[in-house]
């Protein structure tokens, strides 16, 4: 299998978050309330259902945050990791060194620096993320499902104009990076005529 490694360009550095700027609505801008609330407990419902299968293993959502990266980008370099993820580097670190420990991640050197550790998902490991992805899927599906027709592509579109418009097109290719992947690794094999 091919290595993949992803990297977002580190983020810009932003103005003062606590800036009026970037803190104040637009003056005509009615407050969302309502749609921020709703976010909140769509989120939470939304991670609920693995937060109860890592409970299980003394994990947390940092774990699962990584597990479902290293799935979906396998021998991905730490340092992309830590770009994907944005938390410091010591608690990347933690987090890694669990996964490692029981089993669930494998961290291999890389091929042309062996100082780079590129990490891969053990069978143990897919097996988790993939239980994760299901959960997420039916709940995902079943509310697309109450939407009706079009809800997909409609919630794609709003979940990227909620991301920072210079982080969209990087994570965008990120996703179809390792979609295409995906599609590579699983597509069935054709033997050659002969």
Same mark, same amino acid.
Do not use: W
């Given at each position: @299998?091919?290595?993949?490694?992803?990297? #977002?360009?580190?983020?810009?550095?932003?103005?003062?978050?606590? !800036?009026?700027?970037?803190?104040?609505?637009?003056?005509?801008?009615?407050? @969302?309330?309502?749609? +921020?609330?709703?976010?909140?407990?769509?989120?939470?419902?939304?991670?609920?259902?693995?937060? *109860?299968? $890592?409970?299980?293993?003394?994990?947390?959502?940092?774990?699962?945050?990584? #597990?479902?990266?290293?799935?979906?980008?396998?021998? @991905?370099?730490?340092?992309? =990791? #830590?770009? +994907? /993820?944005?938390?410091?580097?010591?608690?990347?670190?933690?987090? /890694?060194?669990?996964?490692?420990?029981?089993?669930?991640?494998?961290?291999?050197?890389?091929?042309?620096?062996?100082?780079?550790? $590129?990490?891969? /998902?053990?069978?143990?490991?897919?097996? #988790?993320?993939?239980?994760?992805?299901?959960?997420?899927?039916?709940? +995902?599906?079943?509310? /697309?499902?109450?939407?009706?027709?079009? !809800?997909? *592509? @409609?919630?794609?579109?709003? =979940?990227?104009?909620?991301?920072?418009? *210079?982080?969209?097109?990087? +994570? *965008?290719? =990120?996703?179809?990076?390792?979609?295409?992947?995906?599609?590579?690794?699983?597509?069935?094999?054709?033997?050659?005529?002969?």
């Amino acid at each position: @299998m091919a290595d993949i490694n992803v990297s #977002l360009p580190s983020r810009p550095a932003k103005a003062d978050p606590a !800036s009026p700027a970037r803190l104040a609505p637009a003056q005509d801008a009615e407050p @969302m309330v309502d749609l +921020i609330e709703l976010f909140f407990f769509a989120y939470r419902n939304f991670v609920s259902d693995p937060d *109860e299968v $890592l409970q299980g293993f003394g994990f947390g959502r940092a774990h699962h945050r990584v #597990l479902h990266f290293v799935n979906r980008h396998p021998g @991905m370099r730490v340092t992309d =990791l #830590l770009d +994907i /993820l944005r938390i410091t580097k010591q608690s990347l670190g933690r987090v /890694l060194r669990e996964l490692i420990d029981q089993g669930f991640v494998d961290s291999r050197a890389g091929s042309s620096d062996r100082r780079q550790r $590129l990490l891969f /998902l053990t069978p143990k490991g897919e097996a #988790l993320a993939q239980q994760f992805v299901a959960l997420q899927s039916q709940r +995902i599906a079943r509310a /697309l499902a109450e939407c009706g027709p079009d !809800s997909r *592509e @409609m919630a794609r579109r709003f =979940l990227v104009a909620m991301i920072d418009p *210079e982080d969209r097109s990087p +994570i *965008e290719k =990120l996703i179809a990076r390792a979609d295409q992947a995906t599609e590579a690794r699983t597509a069935p094999r054709t033997r050659p005529a002969g």
